[in-house]
């Protein structure tokens, strides 16, 4: 079974940066999209991104402003999430998931609904 696990969360100031990772097990990450959550504590988690096992990347704009980009190292089997000018108000927790699929489609990728595998997510507290 595929196997991701976040990690490279942390403490942060406001306008920091962090670099996410969503390491993979159990398949060879080349051959699946991955996509990136995140959420706000008692709320439903966001998608924003994914990123194609052809390296297709499509971000939510109106999500994260242009903050953010993806990108994958498939020699590493690991997707990065490169996180640059937070805000306090960045919701906390970051996931990455699998639809099974190899594209990526943008919303259609990082519906909730589509998710077949998750992490179980890293910290980002962003903090004066």
């Known amino acids: 079974q595929v196997q991701l696990v976040e990690s490279g969360g942390g403490l942060v100031q406001p306008g920091g940066s962090l670099r996410l990772s969503c390491a993979a097990s159990?398949?060879?990450?080349?051959?699946?999209?991955i996509s990136w959550f995140r959420q706000v504590p008692g709320k439903e988690r966001e998608g924003f991104s994914c990123i194609g096992a052809t390296d297709v990347r499509a971000i939510d704009a109106d999500s994260v402003q242009g903050r953010f980009n993806i990108a994958r190292d498939n020699a590493k089997n690991t997707v990065y999430l490169q996180t640059n000018n937070l805000e306090l108000e960045d919701p906390d927790v970051y996931y990455c998931a699998t639809d099974g699929a190899d594209y990526c489609t943008g919303a259609f990728s990082w519906e909730l609904g589509a998710v077949d595998y998750w992490g179980e997510g890293t910290l980002v507290t962003v903090s004066p």
């Open positions: 159990g398949c060879s990450l080349d051959r699946y999209e």
